[in-house]
């Protein structure tokens, strides 16, 4: 027999803690519960709901509470398994259970590993390589960001790991389309950061810099009993997603040039159309913006009051005050008047404006599709592609040199600065040997991409042949970080480590290259 949902979600929209009572009802009660469970606070949140069921053992609302608190604990059979016996009489219960239901066919095959303070759920199979990467990148957020909230959770935060986009987005909120314009790969959401795997995507992504930034959304949502706003939340996360890596450079070249420009024209994305999430705005240089405004309102905020602000801030939420009232007594100033200061303040700025430099989308690979896909990302004419279609049939031919004069013709053409044909060009500087003409190329492109995989693959190779190891090593070891799925990068580093007589990274490398060969 289903228990029913009684009137919990009409009550709730009538804002029961007015309601004076001498005695608390039942749906007060589980009120309170859904509040705790909002707020992360689930051990007290369970303790009530275990009191409710206790006393109402045939109260839907209480099950339907209790269900939640499993879910948000990671105990998706659990919580499946509560939901069966709950009545759909409300359209909050039922996009519930299709979530509950979900999250629970995408991860029936991950296995678990452990840290001291983090759990890792992930598919078995090549995926475990990440492993490795992400225990280093979560401990040393834990320390290093702790150490700035102030924050340093007691319970072990769970990490999910999805081996490609579409079951992500059936376990989030966000559509596809969603992922493919914002470029979004990762959401902390659900108690719980989720995110999706670099081998799912062609050349990776920085997943380590986006792990941490994800720990940062946690520990702001912790702390403050997620009652900071959407836009100094994602702020935050971005202006100290680096620190792990004792880096404070946060902002890309590309977050540069599109504020410098936005700035010249007058152009920005207001703070409340930043809502309900950066992944729902329109397009990717949407997007890069306002990382952009909100990084650098936070690194002014910062720079004027301290680091401490931060934790002063967070408290003040956790304990009832509201944002607005908070954010005056803590900086003298409301939003609009910080915003005008943090403009007079940005435009002082030696900001990077680089022509050419465009937003990036995330590329994935097509399991459905046999035929090579033609590569012209980022190439702003026909002609450019024209030309570089060419310089691809002829360099497949071994006709190198008359390869090399078409990718230089593309080049010119072009007015962006294409990362695909630079490295097209620079691979056959390398095949004809022309070692200074490649590495000049290369590290003209990794000052507009930085995290561009196949450029830090090309110097690393670059380097190889010309027998510069340490060098090598340098930017084979940036790649692999980046993509820990390309076997080239593996087996160029066990024999470099072999090389320089270094045996434990050796072994180290070739374990790692077990997982995914």
């Excluded at 940062?216 to 009993?225: A, C, E, F, N, W």
């Excluded at 060098?471 to 970080?481: G, L, P, T």
């Amino acid at each position: 027999m289903k228990v029913e949902i009684k009137a919990f979600f009409i009550i709730l929209l009538l804002s029961i803690p007015n309601i004076s009572l001498a005695k608390p009802t039942l749906t007060q009660k589980v009120f309170t519960g859904y509040e705790l469970a909002q707020d992360w606070d689930l051990v007290s949140a369970e303790k009530l709901s275990q009191a409710l069921l206790n006393e109402h053992p045939d109260s839907g609302d209480a099950h339907f509470l209790s269900a939640r608190i499993e879910f948000l604990k990671g105990n998706y059979e659990h919580s499946w398994k509560i939901l069966k016996n709950v009545g759909e009489n409300f359209k909050e219960v039922s996009d519930f259970k299709k979530l509950v239901n979900a999250t629970l066919k995408a991860s029936k095959n991950f296995v678990s590993v452990e840290t001291e303070h983090f759990h890792i759920r992930y598919e078995e199979g090549p995926d475990e390589v990440l492993i490795y990467y992400a225990k280093e990148v979560l401990e040393k957020s834990y320390q290093v960001l702790g150490k700035i909230l102030e924050h340093l959770p007691q319970e072990k935060v769970l990490i999910e790991i999805y081996p490609d986009r579409e079951p992500f987005s059936k376990i989030s909120p966000l559509s596809l389309q969603d992922i493919l314009t914002s470029g979004t790969v990762a959401l902390c959401k659900y108690r719980r950061i989720m995110m999706i795997s670099p081998g799912s995507l062609v050349r990776g992504y920085n997943w380590m810099d986006t792990l941490s930034h994800e720990y940062v959304h946690y520990l702001l949502t912790k702390k403050s009993r997620n009652r900071l706003p959407l836009w100094m939340h994602e702020g935050i996360a971005k202006l100290l997603e680096t620190r792990w890596r004792n880096e404070t450079d946060y902002m890309s070249p590309i977050m540069e040039t599109i504020l410098s420009g936005a700035l010249k024209n007058d152009y920005r994305v207001p703070l409340e159309k930043m809502m309900p999430s950066f992944a729902k705005l329109k397009t990717a240089e949407d997007v890069q913006l306002a990382y952009a405004e909100v990084s650098t309102m936070m690194e002014f905020l910062m720079e004027t009051k301290g680091e401490k602000i931060f934790p002063l801030l967070l408290e003040d939420l956790a304990e009832g005050k509201g944002f607005e009232e908070s954010f005056i007594e803590r900086t003298g100033a409301n939003i609009s008047k910080f915003q005008i200061n943090w403009e007079t303040w940005v435009k002082k700025r030696e900001l990077n404006h680089i022509p050419g430099i465009t937003p990036l989308t995330k590329e994935f690979k097509n399991k459905n599709s046999l035929e090579p896909k033609k590569d012209f990302k980022g190439m702003s004419s026909q002609r450019a592609q024209d030309w570089t279609f060419l310089g691809d049939i002829l360099k497949s031919r071994q006709h190198y040199s008359a390869a090399i004069l078409e990718y230089r013709k593309a080049k010119e053409e072009s007015t962006t600065h294409s990362p695909i044909l630079f490295n097209k060009l620079a691979g056959t500087y390398i095949q004809t040997r022309k070692y200074e003409d490649a590495e000049l190329l290369l590290k003209e492109s990794l000052e507009y991409y930085s995290d561009f995989h196949t450029t830090l693959t090309n110097l690393g190779e670059l380097y190889f042949v010309s027998e510069r190891y340490e060098e090598a090593v340098r930017y084979f070891e940036k790649a692999v970080r980046i993509n820990p799925f390309n076997p080239f990068i593996h087996m160029r580093l066990i024999e470099l480590y072999g090389r320089m007589k270094m045996p434990e990274k050796k072994k180290l490398q070739t374990q790692l290259f077990s997982f995914i060969n």
